[in-house]
Structure formats: C-alpha cells, structure tokens
C-alpha cells in the first residue's frame, strides 16, 4: 500500500483507461486525427482518462448548464457535452478556428453539435458576454495558463451554489514546485489564490497534469 498515487508506465495507464471510461471509436478516431494534423500540439488535448471523467463529473453533478474555456479539437467539450441531458447546453470559447473545425466535425459526428455553441474570440472579453447571474453547474479551463485568474473572476460569478469548476494542468508537469517560466509561475500564483478564495472549497487530483476541483459555496 502507499499514502501517495502511483506513477503510471505505459502498461498501467493502459489498464487505467482500459478499466474506465475507454475511449470509442469516435474519440479513439479524434485523439488519432489530432495527432497527424498537429503533432507539434496534440500535448494540449486532455487525456483519456481526464475525458471519461468529466462525462461522469457532468453527470454526476446533473449539470445542465456548462462553460469551457480553451476547445482545442474538441475532446474535453465532447466528453462534457456527452454527459449533459439532451436538452443540456455547453459553450465553449476558444480563439482557433483552425483547431476548432476539427471538433466540430467530431461533435456532429458524437451527434452532440445541438449541444454545444462555439464562440471565437478572446475569453476575457466573451465570457463577459454571458449573464451575470448565477446559472452555471460546471466549468472547465483549459486554455492560455496567464489567462487563469481573468476566467476564475468571470466564472465564479456565474456559477451556482454547489456548481464546480475544473482546472486543468495544475501541475504543470511538476513545475508549481521550481517554475521554469511564466506560465509555470502564473500557475503557481494562481494555485494559491483558489486555495485562499473563501468562495469556493477545492481539492487538487493528480489526474493527468493536475486537475483541481473547486466547489462555489
């Protein structure tokens, strides 16, 4: 037994993923394509096991109400849009239409386009178009990590008592610890203020490059 998550090799993430949610053709076929047309930045979709776990965080938290900040080709808001009722919405805002045409294929292809709205454009600035009023169940960030701290203002706002928001690349590969740059630095800085946020209650899951989970009360 051990008091810490295991490290994973390659043949335990593979059992891992496998005794999960794994991954079906549509996602397999995704993961596939994103990594012949951009191999250079396949690293920013988020990981199998992370995608199987917001369709059951969605669920689980009977969210019908979802923001995602950072799209890329369209994985994580597929495995958000797959866990939301039918009549469910996810909006997602990213500034790529290039890495964003991808997952719109990939949505129509799940037959989940109907639930999700994409909107182009910097998301400091779009996130302020939502309402203001607290109706939101879940969000994810996962985009520019300098950009944290502006999507953390907009959201929390929005968000309704008991909804969650999800951080991803909390970790930054385990340099919160010796920041190496400034998006290491800015993820460090920005780990502390959730942490100190008196609105929200957080726990941060070791999860592919760190996954933090935070609460609104």
Request: aromatic share 6%; hydrophobic share 45%; proline share 6%.
């Amino acid at each position: 037994m051990t008091r810490k998550s295991l490290p994973l090799t390659d043949d335990l993430h593979a059992y891992l993923v496998a005794h999960g949610s794994a991954p079906d053709e549509v996602v397999r076929d995704l993961v596939a394509e994103t990594a012949a047309a951009l191999p250079g930045q396949a690293g920013m979709q988020v990981a199998p096991e992370q995608a199987g776990f917001l369709t059951f965080l969605t669920r689980m938290l009977g969210a019908r109400r979802a923001v995602e900040v950072g799209t890329f080709t369209g994985l994580s808001a597929l495995a958000i849009a797959r866990g939301l009722p039918a009549d469910g919405r996810l909006t997602c805002f990213d500034v790529s239409e290039e890495y964003t045409a991808i997952a719109r294929r990939y949505w129509s292809r799940a037959g989940l386009a109907d639930r999700i709205e994409l909107r182009i454009g910097p998301a400091g600035d779009t996130l302020r178009e939502l309402p203001r009023e607290r109706h939101l169940d879940l969000a994810f960030i996962d985009a520019d990590k300098t950009g944290y701290p502006v999507y953390w203002d907009e959201l929390v706002p929005r968000m309704r008592p008991g909804g969650v928001i999800a951080l991803d690349n909390t970790l930054r590969g385990g340099r919160v610890i010796a920041p190496e740059d400034a998006a290491d630095r800015a993820i460090a800085a920005f780990n502390d203020a959730v942490l100190a946020d008196v609105r929200v209650d957080t726990v941060m899951l070791p999860v592919a490059d760190g996954l933090t989970l935070a609460r609104v009360r």
